[in-house]
């Protein structure tokens, strides 16, 4: 399982200081990842958007590309990952939570009282605040893409992994 703050869809940016060594972009890093068969899930988030995405060569080997949503982005969510295995295959659920805090801040330093404070501002972030409806906000994504168990053939041969979307 890997980890980082940006997915492969934001790995563009090929600026660098003079002199410095070129950077690794998407392309490259994505062929990079499905030649490792060991890889199964890539975390991240950077988009503040749930997001679940198969990424394949196209035989039906890859990983699942599994992005969340920031706790300053509404609806404020965090995502639980937790992986399964069964003789047959490897499971990944991801589980988005809502956060329980209070609807409006009081004015203390208390830990419950803090997060109201934080649950206030996720709801009034100006660059979004048109896009909070009944459903979630801008954050929240698709329901596929929230509360989901992903399937992973196991164990596989090298180069083999065949993706199931187990919702």
């Known amino acids: 399982m890997l980890f980082s703050h940006h997915p492969l869809e934001t790995l563009i940016n090929d600026t660098r200081p ?32 749930h997001a679940v995405t198969a990424v394949s060569d196209g035989t039906g080997s890859g990983f699942w590309q ?9 609806p404020q969510q965090a995502r639980i990952v937790e992986f399964l295995a069964t003789d047959a295959s490897l499971a990944i659920a991801c589980t988005v939570i809502d956060s329980a805090a209070a609807v409006s801040y009081q004015g203390s330093a208390e830990p419950a009282d803090l997060a109201a404070l934080a649950r206030e501002l996720a709801a009034n972030d100006w660059q979004v605040r048109d ?37």
Do not use: K, Y
């Open 18 to 49: 003079p002199g410095a060594d070129r950077r690794v972009l998407a392309e490259e890093l994505r062929a990079m990842l499905l030649g490792h068969p060991c890889v199964v899930a890539w975390l991240n988030g950077h988009t503040h958007v």
């Open 66 to 74: 599994i992005t969340t949503a920031s706790h300053i982005d509404w």
């Open 131 to 167: 896009l909070i409806t009944a459903e979630g906000g801008a954050g929240a994504g698709a329901v596929t893409d929230r509360n989901v168990v992903l399937a992973i053939d196991w164990p596989r041969a090298a180069g083999q992994l065949r993706l199931r979307n187990a919702r």
